[in-house]
Nanobody
Framework: QVQPVESGGGLVQPGGSLKLSCVAS????????VPWYRQAPGKEREMVAI???????NYADSVRGRFTISRDNAKNTVYLQMNSLKPEDTAVYYC?????WGQGTQVTVSS
């Protein structure tokens, strides 16, 4: 099974932006929907956004209008552009490729 690799997390002030990347190897990448999830301390993992193989997208209500998911199949990469970040966006962000989770990348929003 191919494990995706997330990157791009970090510490940002409220109102700031970050762009996460999820890379997965293999020739079938373009055939699969890829979601982004997040898990805050003491909370369940929740889906943040998803992009289908056709490029259709859907978002959690809590991030709609602030986050944008996109994909570049030539690079086997799915991105999550996060704008207007809030302290409540602090979490470990994971992507999932087919049935395999990545290791996650920490996003901390704090002044």
């Amino acid at each position: 099974q191919v494990q995706p690799v997330e990157s791009g997390g970090g510490l940002v002030q409220p109102g700031g932006s970050l762009k996460l990347s999820c890379v997965a190897s293999g020739s079938r990448f373009s055939r699969f929907a890829v979601p982004w999830y997040r898990q805050a301390p003491g909370k369940e993992r929740e889906m943040v956004a998803i992009i289908t193989s056709a490029g259709n997208t859907n978002y959690a209500d809590s991030v709609r209008g602030r986050f944008t998911i996109s994909r570049d199949n030539a690079k086997n990469t799915v991105y999550l552009q996060m704008n207007s970040l809030k302290p409540e966006d602090t979490a470990v962000y994971y992507c999932k490729y087919i049935s395999t989770w990545g290791q996650g990348t920490q996003v901390t929003v704090s002044s």
